[in-house]
């Protein structure tokens, strides 16, 4: 599998190659200036910062209680959403900076993407409810994947809504009557079980926005964190620019822990009523890989 074929597997499945460990990674450039937007689309675009002119004190209000947090957390309501990232991503064996990567969304159905890098597409993929396709146009090939099978596979539980959650810094898991809910510094913490699977949101405050998320397996203890970063206004939302992953979990094949990082730097994001399309063809000359 090429290095870009890895990017946007680890995208689509939150995995690295068997041998990814720790590393620290710098964060990626700013946004690029964004087009103005089209007659039937909402764009994200970045305002100057201000200087106020006069001192303003802000009361913080009063804590929220149980049901009322869980009534109020902010997410992102769409139909189609699209995106221009840059992807970085490390591993002892692969150093990708800064590739670029298109995202289409229909919510809750499908996942779109494609990796590009210097201007040529390298890989495309369709994520569904079901099943994940990715096609390596460098060599040809294309491979399906399932859910289970992966889970199976990388001793994780993963699922489509955690993609979409990924992507759009939603809830990963629908609302319902919460284990547990807490007060925990400057968060409301929002426990939630799916399985083996315990789900932890960390909801800001003030914003009721998701800013981080910890998924922990069990009995496994393999861990998932996505920490949500640089809001920026996008009509009546608020949409978290830099997604940061990071994955801790035991391989199956050799009993050792290991860590692998992918952070997202979106610099253009659309929210739009009609269907920006999602071509996905496998050309009959590819070969699939087993």
């Known amino acids: 599998m090429n290095k870009y074929l890895c990017v946007i597997g680890l995208l689509l499945t939150f995995l690295g190659s068997e041998g990814c460990r720790r590393h ?18 909402t764009i994200a675009i970045r305002p100057k910062p201000s200087v106020p002119t006069d001192t303003v004190t802000i009361v913080r209000p009063a804590r929220p209680g149980i049901e ?4 109020n957390v902010a997410e992102i309501d769409f139909r189609y959403l699209t995106a221009k990232s840059k992807i970085s991503f490390k591993s002892p064996s692969q150093d990708i900076d800064n590739a670029n990567v298109n995202i ?16 040529i597409e390298a890989v495309r993929g369709l994520i569904t409810h079901d099943s994940i396709t990715i096609i390596d146009k460098i060599h040809r090939e294309y491979s399906v994947y399932d859910f289970p099978t992966l889970s199976k596979q990388f001793n994780f539980q993963m699922n ?3 993609l979409q959650a990924l992507i ?7 609302k319902r009557p919460a284990q547990k809910i ?3 510094r400057d968060y409301l913490l929002l426990r939630q079980s799916e399985g083996k699977v315990l789900v932890e949101n960390y909801i800001g405050e003030q914003d009721r926005k998701l800013k981080k998320l910890m998924v922990t397996e069990q009995p496994t ?14 009509n009546n939302f608020l949409f978290p620019y830099t997604s940061l992953v990071t994955l801790d979990y035991q391989s199956k094949t050799d009993g050792q822990f290991y860590q692998t990082l992918l952070r997202i730097k979106y610099n253009k994001v659309e929210l739009v009523e009609k269907s920006p399309e999602f071509p996905f063809n496998i050309p009959a000359n590819y070969q699939r890989r087993p």
């Open 160 to 162: 489509f809504q955690l």
């Open 68 to 71: 009322e947090a869980r009534a």
């Open 24 to 41: 620290h990674m710098s964060h990626s450039a700013g946004p690029t200036v964004v087009p103005a937007p089209t007659s039937d689309s």
């Open 104 to 119: 289409r969304v229909r919510k809750d159905s499908l996942i779109w993407l494609s990796v590009s890098k210097l201007g």
């Open 182 to 184: 807490k007060n925990e």
């Open 221 to 234: 203890k393999n861990t998932l964190r996505l920490d949500y970063d640089d809001f920026t206004s996008l």
């Open 168 to 174: 759009v810094g939603n809830l990963p898991l629908p």
